[in-house]
């Protein structure tokens, strides 16, 4: 389709904003999100369109659509009721007034869930559209996943917040997603980690994190978990990476050492729930003077190239698997809420990426 | 009495560690504590007899005598059952064959629940028994609240868990209690913050509050209290200064800065319950980048000086209020439990101290 044909977009737009549960049935009254088709407006001078081929799945996205999410609270501007769902993308320019992009640059940038936008080369609030530079025998997805805001979130998780060194033990949840995954990999090969505990919840992601690096991978469905993980984290251990929050997080306040940290990254175990967060053993972060410390891998912007490098030459040394670090999911443009929804399923395996056009 | 003539000694031993509810009533089976009369030993070389005058009431007492406590997670060695209630106490020598401690000596140590109780110059395990020196004019007892570990526990709360800096506003929970009231103090007429608002649950302490030099003074008991804070804390706070956890701690999520910080110092509201640690708005912490820090003042041994340094120079200038700081219950030796209690019904003014004997 040349680009002068693009008159609308198809898009899905936020009809119910969620409490607790999502509905990702479409075309119900209490669907969470409704497919519409949308003008694409003429393009100006400074603006170009942008061809949306790969959307990242994140479970953050579940708190921009929270129903009356404060503004003042979030990182990103909330979806409110009537707005295009938000996404991070990768797309190709198709057509262009802008002398900084052209017709065929690859981009990445908050693209939404639609087929086509219309981007301004100096947007009025939020960062520009990044170009990004394709790796020769690598798929240009890794810039969701490995190279992406999920890599740089291990990377920056493990290494500034829990100040993990050579030597230290971990207990990683969340293990088989994109940030557990790339985390794993990165204590053990790169910081030299003692012990990294891993987990997951299927048998598959228990077999692929061992192969990963794991010294230990558990299944937290598994009826012995909790002795499992108490035997694994026997002496303690210096830091938790928490991706799921919930139940397991509580468990670990009683295994992670005194003066020990904990790097709170999601709590997917939680996000579509009203009450399940429920910390039976929060005195424990009093008695072992534990840290819990929230974070947002983009605060960490001015240190993104850093990063970067790190995640880089570690693939270049062959410490990072990526090429299986991904769940890719080629669906119709129907299906992106339905693909969503294998977040809270714990259907993937490390980053999922849903595929809506090709890049050609 | 002479030193001669103490024989025997009183004694609460922990009958039923518990789990949840504590039964502070006496000679049932299900009482938390049971009294006793014990043998006092001969002194042996190296030893000394100590006279309980004062008993310090603590809300971190009750973590010390949690049913199948880990002695792993603990600071101090937890109580188990049949062993003698542990507290912090301060007495007088009244027999001693050691050269470092006389007859007459004002201590301070972990005396337990006795009347008397024989010490070791150099302890086996834990720390030796401190000598101190009155401060004419203000009671001994200050040395169990102000200038003890509750008024440190504010002091390294305030500077440096949370970081507190001039211009910068507080929320201080359990603020009519011993840690509270000297923090409400120290970060307003000290520090300097812009805003301090206190939290406390009854109109009498409120208004000590605001004596105290507290800008906003709520009560958690008023049904509009959640809409009162959200109202003094317009813009967001800098800091909380958490002693009480639970539904307070829950709702102050969501009224501290992005990036800002939570001191997590005592727990009261949930120490007597299973279950009622429960944080809807947990994901806040990750949203906004809180960082909550779990803090034990025993770790600010080596700083003590520091501490006391900067509390006797506010007191001296003025600025600290100790002595209206204290609630000095005089009980005969089997109402200590009952005394106890007081803490977990809001009974108190400051540091609750209980007096079993007199010091002369």
Known sequence: MS???????????LQNPPLAEIDLTLGSETSTFKLVEQDIPELKEGQFLVKTAYLSNDPAQRTWIQRDADAARGYIPPVRQGDIMNAIAIGKVVDSKSSNYSVGDLVLGLFRWREHSVQDEKPA????????????????????GAFGTTGLTAFFGLTDILKL???????????AGAVGSIAVQFAKHVIG???????????????????????VSLNYKHPEFKKQLDDATEGFVDAYFDNVGGEILDHMLTRVKQ???????????????????HLPNYAQIITNRLILQGFIVIDYLPRYAEGIAALSSALQAGKLDVKDGETLVQAKFEDIPKTWGILFEGGNTGKLVTQIASLD
């Open 3 to 13: 680009a002068a044909e693009v008159k609308v977009s198809k898009a899905f737009i």
């Open 165 to 175: 060194e050579k030597g230290q033990s971990i207990v990683i949840s969340g293990a």
């Open 193 to 215: 980690a003692s012990k990294v505990v891993a987990i997951s919840g299927t048998e598959e992601k228990v077999q692929w994190l061992k192969k990963l690096g794991a010294d």
């Open 259 to 277: 003066h020990g940290r904990i790097a709170a990254c999601g709590a997917i175990s939680v996000y579509n729930s009203l009450d399940s967060t």
């Open 125 to 144: 609030a939020g960062l520009p559209v990044t170009k990004i530079n394709a790796i020769p025998g690598i798929h240009p997805s890794i810039f969701l």
